[in-house]
């Protein structure tokens, strides 16, 4: 069974940066996708971005694209959010997510089994 950790939120003005951090523990299965999901107050929550763990694909969320990149390290089993030229509006919590999903279904919450806390990002104009 896999679980789940995030680290690396905070507060940051507008323009700056953070870093997102997933940590992993149990097993990864090729099939899987771990993927970032943000839900901002009296909001549903929303897909950010994800990869395939065995693969080399990533998908982003247009409001994210070009700002936001996911990466992964198999060996540490982590899967990092580094959000660059950040706004107000990406204020929320972040949850990351993995589950065993094909492509069809990777910017949809309802296939993703396991969960972690959340970690509160807010950015200041």
């Known amino acids: 069974q896999v679980h789940l950790v995030e680290s690396g939120g905070g507060s940051v003005q507008a323009g700056g940066s953070l870093r997102l951090s997933c940590a992993a523990s149990?097993?990864?299965?090729?099939?899987?996708?771990v993927g970032w999901f943000r839900q901002a107050p009296g909001k549903e929550r929303d897909f950010v971005a994800s990869?395939?763990?065995?693969?080399?694909?990533?998908y982003y969320a247009d409001s994210v694209k070009g700002r936001f990149t996911i990466s992964k390290d198999s060996a540490k089993k982590t899967v990092d959010l580094q959000m660059n030229s950040l706004k107000a509006e990406d204020t929320a919590v972040y949850y990351c997510?993995?589950?065993?999903?094909?492509?069809?279904?990777?910017?949809?919450?309802?296939?993703?089994?396991?969960w972690g806390q959340g970690t509160q990002v807010t950015v200041s104009s």
């Open positions: 997510a993995a589950g065993r999903l094909s492509t069809s279904g990777i910017r949809s919450g309802r296939g993703y089994a396991t």
């Open positions: 149990g097993s990864l299965y090729s099939g899987y996708a």
């Open positions: 990869l395939k763990w065995n693969g080399g694909s990533s």
